[in-house]
């Protein structure tokens, strides 16, 4: 009884002191590291944060066990690696048998990404693999009735565009239109969405010198404005997803919704890494969830809400690559936020007797409390 009194209490009182983001966000919960807590403590974690959507790169059973029963939606993933083989479709559907169906009883797989970054990517043979692949992970899905519950998609990196700007001149390559053509009528025929990874940081990144910062981090700026349109742009990000859109368009498709499947900023990055500080990432992402909490479309799509998931709940210190690859975290691997973020979260410790875990309970129940004596 004490431990259940314990728990209303202080989802109570914690709620009255914290904001949520859940409207609109989803995390990316990237685990290439060595040093990361249990799924069921990140479980914990992310109820605390009031986070009920979560992107993983894989189908980890552990992840999936963790998050049972809690209403967590999950995008799960299919590796690169295993694009050839699932181009079989027995193949797709074991692995739907074997990673799909022992769990979504009990939680929420809503997608599968397909590989990530595929087109455009360091290896060339992919790409072709890639439309079968989808179509299979598909058919095996209304094979075991799943399709209603499960949608497929892939991500894309921000590589596939030609041109960006201004948004209404957006336009995939030249040599990747073979792919994406397939692709977009499959988001049409399976009302499945197109993912991107975009990162502004990227931009001031490769050149510090002329790219205004406020407007990639959306803080006050003079703003760009689309001269075919007359529509203006206060921040890189929204003019990045317009542009994916009229590449869309452009292809003969308007029935096709662009989402964001990662987006963040580094807190930290080699000396030629320009702007990957602490302070600009914690810009950026406490003024990206504010504007989704306020539910914003872009300047030519103001009507569609943007679906955006922020890359990454952890810095992941196993990850190749430069410094800043290691320091996307909002979190370090401890439970620490890496910058404050205008939320509160709690990553509880491990290994306490029942009797301890009631005890800290109320004591966190009685500093909440004296807390909201002291504001008052």
Known sequence: MAAILCTLLLLMFSRSFTSTLSLGVGINYGQIANNLPTPSRVSALLESLNISRVKLYDADPNVLTAFANTNVEFIIGLGNEYLQKM????????????????????????????????????????????????????????????????????????????????????????????????????????????????????????????????????EPNSGTVDPNTNLKYDNMLYAQIDAVYSGIKALGHSDVQVRISETGWPSKGDVDEPGATVENAGIYNRNLLQRMQAGQGTPAHPSQRIDIYVFALFNENMKPGPTSERNYGLYYPDGTPVYNLGVQGYLPRIDYSSSAKNALCIFRVLVLLLGSLLIA
């Open 87 to 218: 181009q079989d479709p027995q193949q797709a559907q074991i692995w739907i048998q074997q990673k799909v169906q022992p769990h979504i009883s009990q939680t929420r797989i809503t997608c599968i990404t397909v590989g990530n970054e595929v087109l455009g990517g360091v290896d060339p043979q992919l790409p072709q693999y890639l439309v079968p692949a989808m179509k299979s992970m598909y058919q095996a899905l209304v094979n075991l009735g799943l399709n209603s519950q499960v949608y497929v998609t892939t991500a894309h990196s921000l590589q596939i565009l030609k041109t960006s700007f201004p948004p209404s001149n957006g336009a995939f390559r030249d040599d990747l239109v073979q792919y994406i053509q397939p692709i977009l009528a499959f988001h049409a025929m399976s009302n499945s969405p197109f993912l991107i990874n975009a990162y502004p940081y990227f931009a001031y990144k490769s050149d510090p010198k002329n790219v205004q910062i406020e407007y990639l981090l959306f």
